[in-house]
């Protein structure tokens, strides 16, 4: 069955990471950062299924091809930044169905860069994963990394998309940013689900909560790969537990507590306040007094 995944992030300088950087790696190449010299090299990846640049189609042929070569394009990003905690470039993560051929996943990939290239026109550098050896053998996935800026002829323009300012987004009348990202997500499933239904396959994804499907039962919790692949060989992982613990927590924030459980609350706190109300003995007072004199 088709499953949903559709994440943004953002790369930042902040965290360390650099377009460059993050290009190389998504793409399998070597690549050379200009402003610090630094070489990333992972042209030895193999598990890189495909890999292409979108450009927004409001442009002619080769009135923008500056930004169709991968070094050029993601260096000019890193020139583009200042600060020292700029983001440098968007990332949008999607799962892509096992039960696609190679082709149409490359197919789908292609119609959603497409959609977010001319939605803000940036350029859109897609790289399609396969699961890896040791993972979950239906893992096949696409990497979308996007300018944070508008791709012009002349280079790259002002900050668009979930990277425009919130006061920007407002005075030109755009979606709140958790609005847009909303409404990515939804054109993300549609884009899927159009693919599926080409491909005469059954399954659809849906991009809602699982509230909102009417679905009761809480979203499955996410490890880190490494924590996953740790867990796979049967061995323990303390990142897995952190992970599991703060998803418990939040579980039980959102569960209504049951009529038992809040007369037990009460009680306690009844107790609790009973306990404080109650004198101290005089030496406990005295040496409150003291402190409290101190101070």
Wanted: net charge positive; hydrophobic share 40%; no cysteine.
């Amino acid at each position: 069955m088709a499953i949903f995944l559709f994440r943004t992030s953002s790369v930042g300088r902040s965290a360390g990471r650099t377009a460059v950087g993050a290009a190389a790696y998504r793409a399998g190449e070597r690549l050379r950062d200009e402003r610090s010299g630094q070489l990333y090299n992972y042209s030895g990846r193999q598990d890189v299924l495909h890999r292409e640049i979108t450009l927004p189609a409001q442009f002619s042929a080769g009135s923008v091809g500056w930004a169709g070569d991968r070094a050029t394009l993601w260096n000019a990003a890193e020139y583009a930044e200042g600060r020292r905690d700029s983001r440098v470039a968007r990332e949008y993560l999607l799962a892509l169905p096992h039960e696609l051929t190679d082709e149409q996943r490359v197919h789908l990939t292609r119609a959603l860069a497409r959609e977010i290239s001319d939605r803000y026109g940036v350029a859109v550098d897609a790289a399609i994963h396969a699961p890896r050896a040791n993972g979950d053998s239906r893992n096949f996935h696409a990497h979308l990394l996007a300018t944070t800026r508008e791709v012009t002829a002349a280079g790259l323009g002002d900050k668009v998309g979930l990277d425009m300012q919130g006061s920007r987004r407002y005075e030109r009348g755009l979606l709140s940013g958790i609005d847009e990202l909303r409404a990515l997500r939804a054109s993300a499933a549609l884009v899927i689900n159009r693919e599926l239904q080409a491909a005469n396959i059954a399954s659809r994804v849906d991009h809602r909560t699982l509230a909102a499907q009417g679905i009761a039962r809480e979203p499955r919790v996410w490890l880190p790969w490494g924590a996953y692949r740790a867990e796979a060989r049967g061995l323990s992982s303390d990142i897995a537990d952190r992970v599991r613990t703060k998803y418990r927590a939040r579980v039980q924030a959102r569960t209504p507590a049951s009529l038992e459980d809040i007369r037990k609350q009460a009680r306690e706190d009844w107790l609790q306040m009973r306990a404080a109300e109650k004198p101290a003995p005089a030496s406990a007072r005295e040496k409150n007094a003291d402190h409290d004199f101190a101070l």
